[in-house]
């Protein structure tokens, strides 16, 4: 079995049983992931969808909607954190609009997908119809399948949309049944006074709507960019692909994916845990244990892009490490470790 093939290859490399700790556990699981004891990470991308929130017109954010096509440009201009990370990591990066308020101009690198400009006001309507919804998520399944059809094995997921916290944490909140107040975060900076219109606004529209099923929460209380994570995470784990989670944003789409298709989980490696009070809920529900913990909160996928180096190192001292005959070197911790069947 696979599991223990890897373990004992973990074992019997030249160091001390568990002394590489967490990159043990993420070689074992990308082992398990590709049921091989020689994983390789192949051709990775980053998938940053955009897309506007009509909950922004409450008040909830402390920037405009222009923001977020202001950011778009910047990802395609080279300019802003992903852009800085991924060009570190040689990871390939694609900036998707999936539902933003703005007309990008001709011959911009912004992959339109636009579905709509932005979501409904969940103050006086449903964000998305569950129409609306169901297009969203297949059109992510579409964005990785493309990825996969390159040769790509291991993907990432940012996102960028001013309010788009305030979907998070709805989702969470109905999903997870947290309670609201301990959802809601400050997200582009939001001062005390912002905090509390942010938490009553977020609260009447939470008992406005009692969504009966997973979609039916998505199309009610997601985004655009939400529901195409979601949709991508989903067909990712089709594709048995390792699945990257950045932070709350691009969690909440997890959290989405989870709570239609549970097994998804069983491909997901969590890249940081943010300094978004809710992000630290999402974890503890989906039992998550996250690589970093440098109280990042940018979203776009860079703890993604981040982390993704320490995954390089995972696979490659697997790979590449001697084992204990290979450099004739005794160790009898991994002999009674094996005699006694561990």
């Known amino acids: 079995m696979i599991r223990q093939e890897l373990q004992r290859k973990i074992d019997t490399r030249t160091k001390p049983l568990g002394s590489l700790g967490k990159l043990e556990e993420l070689a074992l699981k990308i082992g398990i992931i590709q049921n091989s004891s020689t994983p390789e990470l192949r051709k990775p991308a980053i998938l940053t969808f ?7 017109d409450e008040g909830v954010s402390a920037y405009s909607k222009e923001v977020t096509w202001q950011m778009v440009m910047n990802f395609v201009q080279g300019g802003a ?26 011959g911009t690198n912004v992959e339109n997908h636009k579905l709509a400009r932005g979501t409904q006001n969940m103050m006086h309507a449903p ?27 291991v993907i990432g997921f940012g996102e960028m949309g001013i309010g788009n916290t ?10 997870a049944g947290i309670p609201l107040r301990d959802c809601v975060g400050p997200g582009t900076g939001l001062k005390a006074d912002g905090m509390e219109r942010k938490c009553r606004i977020l609260s009447q529209v939470a008992e406005k709507y009692d969504p009966k099923t997973p979609i039916e929460t ?19 784990r089709r594709l048995n692909m390792t699945i990257l989670a950045d932070g709350f944003i691009a969690t909440s789409g997890f959290l989405a994916a989870y709570n239609m298709q549970p097994d998804v989980l069983d491909n997901v490696i969590y890249c940081h845990s943010s300094n978004e009070p809710g992000h630290r809920h999402m974890l503890e529900y989906m039992k998550a244990d996250p690589i970093l913990h440098l109280d990042l909160r940018l979203g776009e996928g860079t703890g993604v892009a981040v982390a993704y180096p320490i995954l390089e190192s995972a696979v490659n001292f697997l790979n590449q490490m001697a084992s ?6 005794c ?11 561990i």
């Open 127 to 153: 964000a998305m119809s569950i129409e609306l919804c169901q297009k969203a998520i297949e059109t992510g399944a579409q964005c990785v399948q493309e990825e996969f059809n390159r040769g790509c094995n």
């Open 324 to 329: 204990f005959d290979e450099a004739e070197v």
């Open 50 to 56: 955009a897309a506007d929130h009509g909950i922004v």
């Open 81 to 106: 954190g992903i852009n800085v990370f991924t060009r570190q990591h040689g990871i390939h990066l694609r900036v998707i609009d999936a539902g933003v308020d703005y007309d990008f101009p001709e």
């Open 166 to 175: 305030s979907s998070a944490s709805l989702l969470l909140h109905k999903i």
């Open 218 to 236: 998505l199309a009610t209380f997601g985004g655009l960019e939400i529901a195409m994570i979601c949709g991508g995470v989903i067909e990712a």
């Open 331 to 341: 160790d009898e911790q991994i002999d009674r470790k094996h005699e006694a069947g």
